[in-house]
């Protein structure tokens, strides 16, 4: 009879611990990968950064090849606020210290359609596994163009973000 309440005992130690779940990492919500590198390039994948910072990404249903990604956007989004270029985040993360860039992020104000709104909510532990990943990448491609004022027609491609009201 012990016998069998031992077993039984042990089948059910077994059981809990498979339901169990493993130990939550401390701290803030935050991305855990393999290495923060890892962790980084799976935020910028997620994150959408490739959708406005690499040329063609998303019409190239995002097979932009890595060494291409980030390099910033001739591409300009024009709207109310002026005309933003999506930066190159590439030269940014060679050019700006770690502290800098989530600083930047955390505070700059950056126009639309940046989703400052969103990444600025970032834990800090994302933020700089982004920078890590991005840094490790190195410095590819131009300067984006710089931004123009409101009611500037840009003289290169851009995409029309003004709300155009329906003719009635
Ligand atoms: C919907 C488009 C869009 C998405 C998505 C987006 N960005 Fe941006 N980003 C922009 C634009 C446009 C600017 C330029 C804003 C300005 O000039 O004020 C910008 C600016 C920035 C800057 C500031 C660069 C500087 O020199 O001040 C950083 C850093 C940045 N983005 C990082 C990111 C990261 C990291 C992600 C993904 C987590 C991301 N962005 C996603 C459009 C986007």
Do not use: F
């Amino acid at each position: 009879m012990r016998g069998v309440l031992a077993v039984s005992a042990g089948l059910a130690a077994m059981v809990v611990s498979a339901c169990s779940k493993p130990e939550a990492p401390a701290g803030p919500p935050h991305v855990v990968a393999a290495s923060d590198i890892e962790a980084g390039r799976y935020l910028a994948m997620i994150g959408s950064c490739n959708d406005c910072h690499t040329p063609g990404y998303p019409q190239s249903g995002g097979k932009t090849p890595e060494t291409d990604r980030l390099v910033g956007n001739p591409v300009g989004y024009h709207g109310p606020w002026g005309t933003s270029y999506a930066s190159n985040l590439r030269i940014l993360a060679q050019s700006t210290t770690e502290d800098g860039w989530v600083e930047l992020l955390k505070t700059k104000r950056l126009l639309p359609p940046m989703p400052t709104q969103n990444i600025a909510k970032m834990t800090e532990t994302d933020l700089r596994n982004l920078y890590r990943y991005i840094h490790s990448l190195g410095a590819a491609g131009q300067a984006e163009p710089e931004n123009l004022p409101p009611g500037v027609t840009p003289s290169g491609p851009y995409e029309n973000m003004s709300v155009v009201a329906p003719k009635t």
